[in-house]
């Protein structure tokens, strides 16, 4: 008999796979009763804030197609063994009764009545993927621990640490205690689990405490709030769904097929685990007798004609008149400007997406029309699961592409470093989005490993990859665009938290560079660029967008059958194929713009997040909650040449009150028309104004400002991020990034 008590696992234990079929196929089989011989059900249960669209049963075909399903999963390892579910128990029960033991010491230390002592109690709780009983095979553990009202954070971080340091099947312990959310991570008998802590204002813990009540959350501290929030969210997720096994099948699938179109990462702005568990919920509270190859055609059908940026609700939200902060968007303006709100269903109720930008939208409802079409397919027995599994080729759908690379010196720096750059990736992927050329900016999730600059020094380096499409020109052969501000605003912000929270080391950098797709062969490894996986885009119509005129020639050859993804386009042929060689090759004149390396730490400008919104797709009658403030569509850019330039200069500091700090636009939409920085933009030469045919790349002599010279240029400039009191004492090298493109057509 496991010591954990059961529970905790009594809504995440999902059925073996045997038994969740059996019981599929005896509900397939049920015989249909006439009219006249049918005996009075009660009603069944409502779910959701709408009526459902459909109380359909499953037919045979469902099952079919359903068991099918599970097959296609097998393979990419989204199940796992019982033998490994009963062992991840067992540690988790030896940690529990950890957490009584050293509850009991505490309140022994602190001289409780024995009466108490005795049933004190205290608790491991699971919450995220374990919960909801979906985690894949080596997944992690996300756990909470909680606490009667004497017990400390601070004994949490000091006595159960050490308690957990004496334990022989514990490894790779370490206390994260100045977080967000402050946490405890460790490997328990080689399964990897992170901890928080919630302290109650209660005496005891019981051991049936049911932390959806909102009443537990009086009197805590904000740690402990954000501590329980991801059990709370995930406790009302598994009881706002109809059927749980059906639930977490579908959740399995559309996991899986976010992970392998690279749409799975909430830091870059995509959806997160939970975002996905919410859109899958609404799907079965929509049909909620439905299993799951039927709740993975309907996922894409609803989230396809979704009309964002309507919220997507599980429940209607409860005040509790605790004054937490909620995501209301009739009291708190910037809620307003969230593009695709997915809303948590537990108090204090927040915007589960509020990193997702323009164009991770775009791309994300793309992947849905996309995945619709193939689930069509399917249904009508045209198409395999397989298809809707097939991973795209990210290095294959653009034209152009920014290469972004983080280096450190040691490997412990460059996890740091590595965690900062990727954090704040989408505020460069929310600054491009503000170019005037620039449409579509997307990030690949999967970070590489980069070449090394000198092989004789000891570096580590990753690099993240973002596609581009620009605008199409109008009555104009040229096209100029400018990414000098966009690049450095991304690397001062970066380099700014570094050093504010005392991160930054000297030889942490930041590089950004230009290539185009047959020049990534040079930066990517040969495995990635192998593959030749493409969207099929079979029996799916791309309904052009008005505003967005996009320039088919930019980011399509005449070898793809890959749309990019926005719902605008759709792949032609290029006037004339071919790219420019290798840095060390000669540049033939051709159709895009040619490398442009650049491998700066940056002068800090200020940034401005982006909050754009296009509105939404699709008049269907898929239930949706009060639409939000409409957002203008940005205006069409008069666009007329284009210049392809890098320049490496010494950075001047600009006074106080200078028209070069940005401040924050409230109206979303509006795009930015070229780089603020005058000064930043080198002149164009007369012979980058005679070669509209050909591209230049050209770098001029690199000049290196050190901290000694950057620390006295800051007396004299207020408004430059620059100016912060605290920095390293050894030289910095602070180089002015401009990134230019010539885009001949």
């Not at 795209?392 to 740091?416: C, D, G, M, W």
Request: aromatic fraction near 6%.
């Amino acid at each position: 008999m496991c010591p954990f008590h059961v529970d905790v696992f009594s809504l995440s234990l999902p059925l073996s796979l045997p038994l969740y079929l059996n019981k599929m196929w005896k509900k397939c089989l049920r015989p249909v009763t006439t009219q006249g011989s049918q005996q009075t059900q009660p009603p069944q249960k409502h779910y959701g804030i709408t009526s459902p669209i459909s109380l359909a049963a499953p037919k045979e075909t469902d099952c079919l197609l359903t068991q099918k399903l599970i097959e296609t999963l097998k393979p990419f390892g989204v199940f796992e063994e019982e033998e490994e579910l009963q062992r991840r128990i067992l540690i988790l029960g030896k940690l529990n009764n950890l957490v009584k033991e050293w509850i009991r010491e505490i309140s022994e230390s602190k001289n409780l009545p024995q009466s108490v002592i005795e049933n004190v109690g205290g608790k491991i709780f699971t919450f995220g993927s374990y919960r909801l009983g979906v985690h894949t095979k080596g997944a992690d553990i996300d756990a909470l621990c909680v606490a009667p009202r004497h017990v400390d954070r601070s004994d949490f971080f000091t006595s159960f640490y050490d308690k957990l340091k004496l334990q022989e099947e514990v490894k790779d312990l370490r206390a994260v205690e100045e977080a967000f959310v402050p946490v405890i991570k460790l490997c328990f008998d080689g399964i990897e689990i992170d901890i928080l802590f919630a302290r109650l204002a209660l005496q005891t813990i019981p051991e049936d405490l049911d932390l959806r009540d909102d009443s537990l959350l009086k009197n805590l501290d904000i740690r402990c709030i954000r501590s329980l929030n991801g059990c709370r969210v995930t406790d009302e997720i598994l009881h706002l769904v109809p059927n749980i096994d059906n639930f977490r099948l579908t959740l399995r699938a559309i996991k899986l097929w976010a992970k392998r179109h690279n749409i799975y990462s909430n830091i870059l702005g995509f959806l997160g685990g939970v975002s996905w568990a919410m859109l899958v919920a609404r799907t079965c509270q929509l049909y909620p007798n439905a299993i799951a190859s039927t709740l993975v055609h309907k996922f894409f059908l609803v989230f396809s004609k979704w009309e964002w940026p309507n919220p997507v609700l599980l429940k209607q939200p409860e005040e509790c008149n605790l004054n937490l902060p909620v995501w209301d968007p009739r009291v708190n303006p910037s809620d307003r400007y969230h593009l695709m709100p997915i809303i948590t269903p537990a108090y204090p109720q927040q915007n589960s997406t509020y990193n997702v930008s323009v164009s991770t939208r775009m791309v994300m409802v793309e992947e849905f029309k996309q995945g619709l079409a193939i689930t069509d397919e399917i249904l009508l027995s045209k198409g395999e699961w397989s298809k809707l599994f097939e991973a795209p080729n990210f290095f294959q759908k653009y034209k152009h592409y920014i290469v972004l690379l983080a280096s450190a010196p040691t490997e412990k720096q460059r996890l740091e470093w590595v965690g900062l750059v990727e954090s704040k990736i989408r505020i460069l992927v929310g600054s491009l989005e503000k170019n005037e050329f620039i449409t579509l900016a997307h990030v690949n999730p999967q970070s590489f490993p980069a070449p090394k600059e000198n092989p004789d020094k000891e570096e580590f380096r990753t690099m993240w990859v973002i596609g581009l499409v620009f605008k199409k020109t109008e009555n104009s052969e040229n096209l100029s665009v400018d990414l000098t501000y966009d690049i450095q605003s991304f690397t001062d912000t970066v380099y700014r938290q570094a050093i504010n929270s005392k991160m930054f080391e000297v030889d942490m950098k930041i590089a950004a560079m230009h290539v185009k797709r047959k020049q990534l062969h040079e930066l990517l490894p040969n495995h990635v660029l192998q593959k030749k996986k493409k969207h099929s885009v079979e029996g799916v119509r791309l309904t052009p967008v008005n505003e967005n005129s996009l320039d088919l020639s930019m980011d399509s050859d005449n070898s793809m059958s890959v749309p990019s993804p926005t719902s605008a386009m759709k792949t032609s042929p290029l006037n004339s194929s071919g790219s420019s060689q290798g840095r060390n090759s000669p540049a033939p004149a051709v159709t895009a713009a040619s490398v442009t390396n650049v491998q700066a730490t940056e002068v800090p400008v200020p940034q401005v997040n982006s909050s754009e919104s296009s509105g939404g797709t699709s008049s269907e009658s898929i239930p949706q909650t009060a639409t939000q403030p409409a957002i203008s569509s940005p205006p069409k850019p008069a666009v007329s040449r284009v210049v392809s330039a890098t320049r490496l200069v010494n950075p001047s500091p600009r006074p106080s009150g200078n028209a070069a700090t940005k401040i924050p636009n409230t109206t979303a939409g509006v795009k930015r028309r070229s780089s603020p920085h005058k000064e930043e933009s080198p002149k164009k030469t007369k012979t980058e104004e005679e070669q509209p045919d050909t591209e230049t790349s050209t770098t001029q002599p690199e000049t290196v400002q050190t901290a000694a010279s950057l620390l006295a240029s800051q007396k004299t400039s207020s408004t430059d991020l620059s100016d912060i009191p605290a920095l390293p004492a050894n030289p910095i090298p602070v180089i002015k990034n401009s990134i230019k493109l010539r885009l001949n057509r």
